[in-house]
Every structure is written in structure tokens, then in C-alpha cells.
């Protein structure tokens, strides 16, 4: 996608009717026109890449879950294939039922679009990042003055519990890098995308870092007007870009013999690069927990933990299995993003809600493209984590999709 400057009286500016007092102050037109826009525009849907469908992506972690899985790097991983291969079968099927269920409704009013062209108003876009690292620095001036600096220039050791209101800052931060890569300016660009980063990284926040990431990458394909092998390709630097970037921050975060002994690595991996353990490991084992859990764990009945994440973490009860936890072979409690649904509804609960995530794929497939691409860009990013945890209904993730369906009323304007 090539964007062009756009003149203030070639950009349209809506609806905007000017103050009737001039004069004494600038009119909402008169603001409104010195702005600087840019021009952009998007390609048809069916030209899209193909890791910016959900489906392709949905299925594409569950051969990679079931993949790392049968390498068996660790001793505690679950030894057999049928439990792990019947999830699967019920998940894909639910999936796609709920999929092809909301696709036949939208597809009565919908219309596909050719190359749909936009206005984006890069003066009100750097100004909101303004406002966000406003926000995000007093929130990290709050968590310095009440506890010490951050983990990466104090306790590293204090990544999980320390700061308060991160359910808000991440998302602020998270959005300021992403949103900068669609300002024109390089300076700004750079600087923005460093804050953010920057301080994700201080906070030793490897997951929100790589969600980042994976934000600007699918944003990026989602605008680009290059031919799909660049893209491919592009894609393939970033996924390796992405398991360094993993690798690196928990060799940090862990020390690899803290990280054989804690994960149970069996002896004939313990000296294979890391490189190649951070990934194979933090993707099997929570899938590897969730069979123990489909398998062995006690049904007590409808707890609907699958809520609490959408509270601020003082009001989230606490976790109403965790005495099950250590009654199995479990590292941790990641068990992707299944596990409370498995615990309070066994089969039926990985039934409804992969049902319900195809009815939120036919939506994304056939409304968020072209006109919700910041929000797309969100949903696609929680897809590809589904083989940690349960990031759809997550408090952060509502609250960076609001801020950038924010963003995005306030600084796009499409071409009818």
C-alpha cells in the first residue's frame, strides 16, 4: 500500500459544521483542516493472505499444538495421540460448524468489496498516542513510586506480581506501537514503536511483546499492497524474529538449568539450543496439560472460571480447580485456551465454545475486513495464542480492542 499526503481541502471531512461564534476561537472546520491526512487503500478480501484467514490460522496452531506434542520433550508430557487427536476432532468440527452457520447468515446482506481506498488523519493519530503515552507514563510512574523500578532494572524474579493496573497500561503501550506503524513520519514512528516496546519490555512481558508484534505483522500484511510470496516470506522472517525474540527474553527471564529442571526436560533434549526448547515446550506442555486435565481431572460442575478473566484482577475469585492442579502430571496451569471450558463441561464445554469462536470467524471474515482492521488485527493476534490460554475473553484484550475501535472512529475516513 503506497500512502500519499493528502491536501486539508482534498480530504473529506465529513459533516462538520462550523461554530457560530467565529472568531473567538477556531471552529471545529477550521481545526478539522489543518490536519494532515494520508491516502491509502486496501485489496479485496479473496487476495488477502492466507494466514490472515482465522480458520487457516485456527487450524495451522492445532497442527503445530499436536506437532510439538508428539516430539515429547518433556517427561510429563501425555503419552498417547487419542485424547489430544479427539479434542482436535471436536474443536475443528464445532469450528467449522459455527463458521459455516455464521458465514450463510452474513452472507445474505454481504457484498464483496473490491480495493476499498481510505483517508487517515495523521495529525489525530499521533495525538491520541500522545494522550496514550500520557496515560501509560503515569500509570508507570505509579508502579515506580509504590514499587521500585520495574522487574528488567530490579528483581526480575518480580515480573508476575509487580505493578498495579497493567490490565490497562499493556494495552496502552500495546497500542502505541501499533498504531505508530501507520504514521507517516519515521521519526514518530520509531519513537512511538520504542516507548512501547520499550516498556513492555522493562516490565519482562514476553507475551504482550510478542501479541505486539504479531499485531504489526498482521496489520502490516493487512495493508500491503506487495504480491503474496513477499508476504509469505515477510511472514516467515517474522515468525523467526518472533521465537529469537522468545527465546532471548526467557533466557533472561529463566536460567537454562532453572528452565530443564522446572519443565522436566527429558535428558536427550536438554542440550538442544534453546532456540528450538522455548517454543517446542511453551506449545506442547499446555496442550499436553489440558489431556491430563480431559483425562483424568474431576468434574464439579459448572464454575464459569472462564469469566473471571474479564475482571480487574482484585475482583477475579480465586481459581476454583487449583487443588486439582497438583493432583497430575501439570507444569504450571497454562493449558490453553480450553481449560476451564474442559474442567466445567468436559467435551461439551470444548463443543460450545469453539462453537462459538467459528460463529466470531464468519463475523471477522465477512464485517471486520476492510473497515475494522486495527480490531482484526487484535483478533487475529488472540487466535494464533490459543495454544496458551484463553486471551478471547480476557480484560486487556477488551480493553485494547475498545481503545482501537477508538482509534479507528476517530482517525479513518473510508471512500464509499
Request: hydrophobic share 50%; with cysteine; net charge neutral.
Amino acid at each position: 500500500m503506497s500512502d500519499f499526503p493528502v491536501t486539508p481541502n482534498s480530504a473529506p471531512l465529513g459533516n462538520v459544521r462550523p461554530l457560530t461564534v467565529p472568531g473567538l476561537w477556531p471552529d471545529a472546520y477550521e481545526m478539522r483542516a489543518r490536519h494532515a491526512f494520508t491516502r491509502g487503500a486496501l485489496r479485496p478480501r479473496r487476495e488477502l493472505p492466507i494466514y490472515c484467514n482465522p480458520i487457516a490460522l485456527f487450524l495451522a496452531i492445532w497442527v503445530l499444538m499436536l506437532a510439538c506434542l508428539s516430539v515429547h520433550v518433556s517427561y510429563v508430557i501425555y503419552p498417547y495421540f487419542g485424547i489430544p487427536f479427539l479434542i482436535f476432532i471436536v474443536s475443528a468440527g464445532s469450528l467449522f460448524l459455527g463458521y459455516f452457520a455464521s458465514t450463510a447468515i452474513l452472507e445474505r446482506d454481504s457484498l464483496e468489496e473490491d480495493a476499498v481506498s481510505y483517508v487517515l488523519d495523521v495529525t489525530g493519530l499521533w495525538r491520541l498516542n500522545l494522550v496514550f503515552s500520557a496515560f501509560a507514563l503515569a500509570l508507570i510512574g505509579l508502579n515506580w513510586f509504590t514499587s521500585g523500578p520495574p522487574p528488567a532494572i530490579g528483581d526480575p524474579s518480580s515480573y508476575l506480581t509487580y505493578g498495579n493496573l497493567k490490565q490497562i497500561l499493556f494495552p496502552l503501550l500495546s497500542c502505541i506501537a501499533v498504531n505508530a506503524t501507520l504514521d507517516p513520519s519515521r521519526l514518530r514512528r520509531y519513537l512511538f514503536i520504542a516507548f512501547g516496546f520499550g516498556w513492555l519490555a522493562l516490565y519482562v512481558t514476553r507475551g504482550m511483546m510478542l501479541a505486539t508484534f504479531l499485531e504489526i505483522v498482521f496489520l502490516s500484511s493487512l495493508r500491503s499492497s506487495m504480491n503474496r510470496k513477499r508476504q509469505y516470506l515477510l511472514f516467515l522472517g517474522a515468525f523467526v524474529i518472533g521465537i529469537a525474540g522468545m527465546t532471548i527474553i526467557g533466557n533472561l527471564r529463566t536460567a537454562h538449568d532453572v528452565f530443564i529442571e522446572f519443565l522436566q526436560i527429558r535428558d536427550e533434549y536438554s542440550e538442544w539450543p534453546m532456540a528450538f526448547l522455548w517454543p517446542v515446550a511453551y506449545i506442547s506442555i499446555p496442550f499436553s496439560n489440558l489431556c491430563w486435565l480431559v483425562a483424568h481431572g474431576p468434574s464439579q460442575g459448572p464454575t464459569f472460571a472462564f469469566l473471571y478473566s474479564l475482571l480487574p484482577s482484585f475482583m477475579a475469585p480465586s481459581d476454583p480447580y487449583v487443588d486439582v492442579y497438583g493432583s497430575m502430571n501439570l507444569i504450571d496451569n497454562a493449558s490453553t485456551y480450553l481449560k476451564f471450558y474442559a474442567l466445567d463441561f468436559s467435551y461439551l464445554g470444548i463443543y460450545f465454545a469453539n462453537l462459538l469462536i467459528g460463529v466470531g470467524c464468519g463475523w471477522l471474515v465477512l464485517r471486520s475486513y476492510p473497515r475494522h482492521i486495527l480490531t482484526l488485527a487484535i483478533f487475529l493476534t488472540v487466535i494464533t495464542q490459543i495454544f496458551f490460554s484463553d486471551n478471547l475473553l480476557l480484560l486487556l484484550t477488551v480493553i485494547q480492542v475498545c481503545l482501537q475501535a477508538f482509534v479507528q472512529k476517530r482517525c479513518f475516513q473510508w471512500d464509499a
